[in-house]
């Protein structure tokens, strides 16, 4: 799958560009600076893995080597709204699986990956700290908790009628 | 220097306490938000400023009660009532507890919990077992003070043990943690005072310190709420590490997963430096030690201490042989104290109050306190804090309030990924290191989770197993292949293709990894494999030769159907909640289910009124009696 960037991503890079002058050339900045990208544009773009691994003076493979090794760092961009699907203990035993398929059904993606429209994403996390009301599902920042498969379709009618409303107004302005 | 800051935190204190303003105390640790603790205190603040009331709000971390979380505990003197608990305040009730309780002095009996302190009007929650069987060093102050101010961390006592540290010969401080007998609470238990002592003795111009709040047992949170609610005490017993050991650099490496306790700790940090408890001349001596925090970047393994080492190193974080061990060659090759969050939490205690008094809490091999989360199918889920030595039934019976719904227990997993499933044989053993290890399981992280009768333990150990399975760094050709082997034959046996499955290699397949893996995550992986199989052979059975799934869990082995005699046909529930539309009604108004589009998620049940209860599960799916799905779905009424 190629990611296509668009012009603020693009702009981005290149403000991450000039401004990666300011970490030291020092192996143990790696993972840091990897974080550092990572919370601007949400994802590592192959420019991205490039551009540290001649800051650092390593091979892009040898950066793309340590950045596959961990389970933060994503290679495509993720949706507008990241749904997070907790699949911790404990709501593994209170059937988070089930929840997870059914957010992968309704979307049409699976796990870790992106609707074409870059509108959703899915991914599981393993523990999100609050087990009491599990199972648990994160859209965006927000959690709800005692999840539900049949609550899956209203949490992402809930989304798509937020949006409309925006368009509304919107229009209503101009 | 210290004193100064003593009386300062005095003085605030005494400003707050004098206030005579009720005070709201707010949890707002993680699990607190997440069931809507901003929402709560976002009400109180509204309600407060609408009406003119004048309260203080108290934000606090966690007490540990997740099961009623948003907690609020409201301190109104004037209204001649105790400071009292309130569970799952919605921004309803906190509208109302402000209009009702803070303006018209009526505390609203039936929201209490209960009394914070004991008295004649309330009872306290004191008499609950769900708080008076604790006992709390590592949680004492969580919950009761504000994690983001220092000066209530210090007017409740803290950084008095290292203050007094500061006054003591390096020696004495490293003999009181021996004599005090702390084992770590990273999982292994190892003793905290011989390796205090052994990094003291290596010779080296840098000596460092980590603090190991990588948690990554996917169902443990320990840690994040004792950062999130109190961090400064962890920071407190890196300090005083750090003076016994001899150390100038302090990292805290902490899962990125954290983003709350990480802005936590950043400012706990920076509010240290500027009360200058850390940096350069600390408190006006000669002793400088600095804390930076380092974000671990998701990777079970990296929780093992050489993988850690080499992730701050910048390099893919796979464990290496020990020894050498870290105190004597660890970060850059400088001598390295690696210790768990809690360890560390535990420290300042035993300074202040002696190894004798702590020895006297918990077992004589384990002392001290055990802190468990426990979740699953229990009434109080939450964290705990309990001696160690308490049996697993006071813990889940007792403390816990036991299995909900009337239902039987059937297991609890104890450790994570590293441990296991024990029995009901275990309810009465106490738990300590060495009596869990005995048993198959571990310590670990202290994740419990309760599985009450309808859990299958092979699917929790397929779960376990497929979480080591894709944290395995793949260094060990055991750990990388075996434990896909191991889990393959795991999967087979949940979705009923496990005919050919030979109990007896499954346990070899087990040993082999355990023999063949360098570090810890290979070596324990089979634990919950080995120990289900141990103690639940009959659910293996069960699944290899009925292709039943006792517990009901496993989803390609169970099926649901609806008992037309108890339908009351009238009501479409089932078919309205269904989300593969697999639920139809047949022309003469029966209820089936489609098996071929069944995803099984159990809904049409959850959903079906609790007078009809007509949709039943079985296992093996066969047992389900077949209704036709009428070719054309009946055409609805025009009108
Ligand atoms: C796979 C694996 C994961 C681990 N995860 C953690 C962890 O999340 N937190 C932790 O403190 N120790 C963890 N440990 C144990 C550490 O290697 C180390 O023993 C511990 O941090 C030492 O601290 P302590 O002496 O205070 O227990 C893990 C070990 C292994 C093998
Ligand atoms: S397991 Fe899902 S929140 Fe802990």
Redesign the pocket.
Known sequence: MEVELSAAELEQIEKIRSELKGFKKDRGQLIPILQWIQNRLAFLPPEAIEMVAEHLDLSPSEVLGVATFYNQFRFFPPGEHPIKVCLGTACHVKGADIILENFERKLAIREGETTPDRRFSIERVACVGCCALAPVTLMGETVHGHMAPSKVEGLITRVNIEKEVKEREKKAHV | MYEDLKAEAARRKKAFDEDPAPKVHIGMATCGIAAGALETKAAFEQVLAERGISARIHTVGCRGHCYAEPVVIIDHPDSGFPPILYPEVTPGKATMLAKLFLEQGDPRMEHILGAMVENEMIPSVMEFPRFNRETRIVMEKCGLIDPEDIYDYIAAGGYGAFANALENPPELLIHIVKESGLR?????G?P?GK?WAAARNTSGDEKIIIC?A????PGAYMDRTLLESNPHQVLEGMLICALAVGASRGILYVRAEYPLAVRILRRAIEEARKARLLGKEILGTSFSFDIEIFEGSGA??C???TALIRSIEGYRGMPRQRPPYPVTSGLYGKPTV????K?FANVPAIIERGAGWFKGIGTEKSPGTAIFSIVGDVIHPGLVEIPMGVTLRTLIFDICGGIPNKKKFKAVQIGGP?GGCLSEAFLDTPIDFDTLSQAGAMMG?GGMVVMDEDSCMVDVSRYFLDFTQKESCGKCTFCRIGTYHLLVALEQLTEGKGETIDVGALKALSEDIQAGSL???GKTAPNPVLTSLKHFPEDYEAHIVEKRCPGMTCRPLIAYYIDLEKCARGCDVCEGCCPVDAVFTTPNRKKGIDQSLCVKCGECMTACPPEYKAVIKVSPPHLAPVIERPAQPPKRDAS
């Open positions: 770590g609470r990273g999982g292994a190892f905290t390796k190991n990588d948690e990554g047992d079970f393994v929780g093992e201490e690696i210790n768990n969050v360890t590293s992280s570090c810890g995550l």
